[in-house]
């Protein structure tokens, strides 16, 4: 049974860091685009950052550039989201997410194929 496990979320004030893991378990995603999306309430998941294969090719919304960070740990089947600087309106669910397409970095929710169940950042101002 394939899984992804997010941890790292929490209640933090603006200014502040997180990092965000996304523990793989049941496969090996190291083939994998694999990226991360945010939801906020009342509003779609959005797309936030993502990472090849190989961690050569990064994309990332422009509302987090210069802040966020996306990495990855193939050995671990891990991969992370490093925030910095949060301000409120990074607050949402943050979901992880894994493509089997290597090099598309797509910003669409509907290319990626397994999803973790989310974890909850809260940026207070």
């Known amino acids: 049974q394939v899984q992804l496990v997010e941890s790292g979320g929490g209640l933090v004030q603006a200014g502040a860091s997180l990092r965000l893991s996304c523990a793989a378990s049941g496969r090996t995603f190291s083939s994998y685009t694999v990226g991360w999306f945010r939801q906020a309430p009342g509003k779609e998941r959005d797309f936030v950052a993502a990472i090849t294969w190989n961690g050569l090719g990064t994309k990332y919304v422009d509302s987090v550039k210069g802040r966020f960070t996306i990495s990855r740990d193939n050995a671990k089947n891990t991969w992370y989201l490093q925030m910095n600087s949060l301000k409120a309106e990074d607050t949402a669910v943050y979901y992880c997410?894994?493509?089997?397409?290597?090099?598309?970095?797509?910003?669409?929710?509907?290319?990626?194929?397994?999803w973790g169940q989310g974890t909850q950042v809260t940026v207070s101002s």
């Open positions: 997410a894994a493509d089997s397409a290597q090099y598309r970095l797509s910003p669409r929710s509907s290319d990626y194929e397994y």
